[in-house]
């Protein structure tokens, strides 16, 4: 049975919920069909992920579109999953607002080893390097997405779709 996501307060749940303990491996969480928008902009929301404690579930949107503010500059790894792992799967979700971070900044990930599908953005980003309208830096699969985001860098490695791609982009 899947972890059902219903409200604001479930997706900030599930990002700070992740610890040394607990990484959300094999865990499905399943955005309930009777949401189509979460607004994250008022609730204190975080990426879901970080370079200690990656993201290794599987996350399905149902179409939901995520509204986002995050104005974190000096920090790397954000967008809705800061770094999701080989072991991820975040599918059926769209993101807009604001995301503005350091290194590894995307709408939907900052950082993605896994596979992510059927996504969109018209996010704005902003950034310094590894900065992409959908994902920062891919090194996993990336297949039916588009973004029509505007993206913006002060460094290297800038791409509407993905800042560095070093995975599969379909």
Known sequence: ???????????????????????????????????????????????????????????????????VNINQPTLDYQGLFGYASSESIISRLSVSGNIAGNNYVGAIAGYSAGEITDIYSYANISGKNNIGGLVGKNEGTLRLGYATSNVSAEGEYVGGIIGYNTGIAE
Not at 27 to 48: A, C, H, M, N, R
């Open 1 to 67: 049975n899947p972890f059902l996501i219903r409200t604001a307060a479930d997706m900030v749940n599930l990002a700070n919920s992740l610890n040394e303990n607990y990484d959300a491996l094999g865990v499905y969480y399943l955005v309930s069909s009777d949401v189509q928008e979460l607004d994250l902009t008022k609730v204190g929301f975080i990426p879901i992920g970080t370079s200690d404690t990656p993201f290794r579930g599987f996350f399905d949107g149902n179409y939901t579109n995520f509204n």
